[in-house]
Structure formats: C-alpha cells, structure tokens
C-alpha cells in the first residue's frame, strides 16, 4: 500500500485528536469525523506509514507522580579565549511553587504551572576572582555579587537569591545534593516542558546573558 504524502481536512482532524488525547479510541474519533471505523483505523495507519505520527506518549504530572527536585550543572569554558570559567546550576521543579499563599490554591492560583527552572551561576574570572548571580523571575536581579557557596530559593516561589550563610534547618549540605549533568536532558523528542528548558534560554550560549 503506498504511503499517504499529502493531508487532508480529515487527516488533520485525526492527528488534532490524537494530539489531545493518544488514547482515543477508533470509533470516538470515527463518530466525531462522521466516517466509519475501518476508515478511520486505515487513515491512522496510513499516517503512521508515513510518518506524520511517530508515536505515543503519556504525559505524566511530574507533581502528582513525584519527580524529585533536580539539580543540573553545566560547565561553560571561556578560559581559552582569555575569558571566566562559568559554572551552570540548574535547578528544575515539577511545578511552581514551595509555600506561602500559592501552596494553598495548588493549580487554581494564577501564577501556577507545570515545571518550574531557577538558575544559579558562578563565574571563575582569568584572575581568580568569583562571584556569583540567581535568577529570581525572569531575569538576574541585582546581577553578580560576591560568591558564598550559598543559594536561597524563596519562600513563594522558587526564584531564588544569594545567600550569605546557610539558611538554617532546611538547608542541603553539599555531600546530599546530587549534580546531573544538564547534556544527559538534551535530545530531540527525550523530554517535554511547559516552560523553557535551560538549552532554550539565552544564558544558555552566553553566560553573560541579562535573562534567565
């Protein structure tokens, strides 16, 4: 059977479905299209055949499931053309916030959404000297100040600052916090997120970026 190279209406409203719910059944999509259930089971085939439906996948609530808060790091090298040294944490949450009054309307709040990336920065300059920057809601705040070895995330969301000490008793100690290293992510079709992952960030390729 030759594969299918062009679409049609139909097509589109096969895959429109399929792309809202990949466990639509034969007939749904056949009593909502108004065509008969071997017809729409060939035309899926067809565009399977073809490509135009590579897969299916769930889409899993990393809240709900219980994906833990992860901490990536990358290493930017600059060194060789005389620059700093620019080492990427990444840190990335199933949703977006820790506490305060969004805590207690979950996903009804307003500023809610599923994933969440905060990036801390340090910067290694030829010189020796470091320093440090935090996101904190779409930007750097304040921009590099001196480096601690301290980042606090703040208590509504998880925009975060530099610290100058430990934050008490729920701080992470260096020998429990566990750095991935933030390539591992990267791949066409590997993972999917609501927001803007690290690699589609400005900061990403240029360290000095202005944005988060």
Known sequence: MPAKTELDTTDRRIMKILSEDGRASYQAMADEIGLSRPAIMERVKRLEEAGYIRGYRVQLDRAKVGLPVTAFTRVVDRR??????????????PESFTGAIGRLFGDSWPGFHPDDWEGYQVRVAPGGAVSARATAHGGYGAG??????WYKVLGGSHAG???????????????KLALVPLER????????????????KDVYRVPESPGS
């Not at 060789?80 to 949450?93: D, I, S």
């Not at 590099?144 to 070895?149: E, P």
């Not at 600052?161 to 020998?175: D, H, K, N, V």
């Open 80 to 93: 060789e053309a005389g620059g700093p040294l620019y080492v990427q944490y990444w840190f990335y949450y």
């Open 185 to 200: 992510l990267r791949g066409p079709g590997r993972y999917s997120f609501q927001v803007s992952p690290p690699w589609r």
């Open 144 to 149: 590099w100040g001196a480096w601690t070895g």
């Open 161 to 175: 600052q530099l610290a100058r000490r430990a934050a008490g008793e729920r701080t992470t100690p260096a020998s």
